[in-house]
Nanobody, 126 residues
Framework: QVQLVESGGGLVHSGGSLRISCAFS????????MAWFRQAPGKEREYVGY???????GYEDAVKGRFTISRDIPKNTGYLQMNDLKPDDTGVYYC????????????????????WGQGTQVTVSS
């Protein structure tokens, strides 16, 4: 029932900024926990951060202070604002969501989420 569609990826120079979006289709957007993951070429997908139903956020150490997760409930959209981008941030970025009633944790594990987007490519040139 829930569908997620990412957009806004692209090519940016090192030190630049980019905001990617995750459009949520389905019931009860405000009752979902949303997370962002990324997958660099040749590497496993890794956790970036999350936003919970109350608006609280958490981040993986490598992006703390540079990335900000937010959401616009009336627009049913989540955002990942990325500043001071580095070449190591290159990868496909995915949003994921789970209804609070189904969430068993932890937030940084892929298996905690039931809905995934198709991903959007972010490339940071040096």
């Amino acid at each position: 029932q829930v569908q997620l569609v990412e957009s806004g990826g692209g090519l940016v120079h090192s030190g630049g900024s980019l905001r990617i979006s995750c459009a949520f289709s389905g019931p009860s957007f405000s009752m979902h926990l949303m997370a962002w993951f990324r997958q660099a070429p040749g590497k496993e997908r890794e956790y970036v951060g999350y936003i919970n139903a109350g608006g609280g956020t958490g981040y993986e150490d490598a992006v703390k202070g540079r990335f900000t997760i937010s959401r616009d409930i009336p627009k049913n959209t989540g955002y990942l604002q990325m500043n001071d981008l580095k070449p190591d941030d290159t990868g496909v970025y995915y949003c994921a969501a789970v209804h609070l009633e189904r969430f068993r944790g932890p937030v940084n594990q892929e298996g905690s989420y039931y809905s995934w987007g198709q991903g959007t490519q972010v490339t940071v040139s040096s």
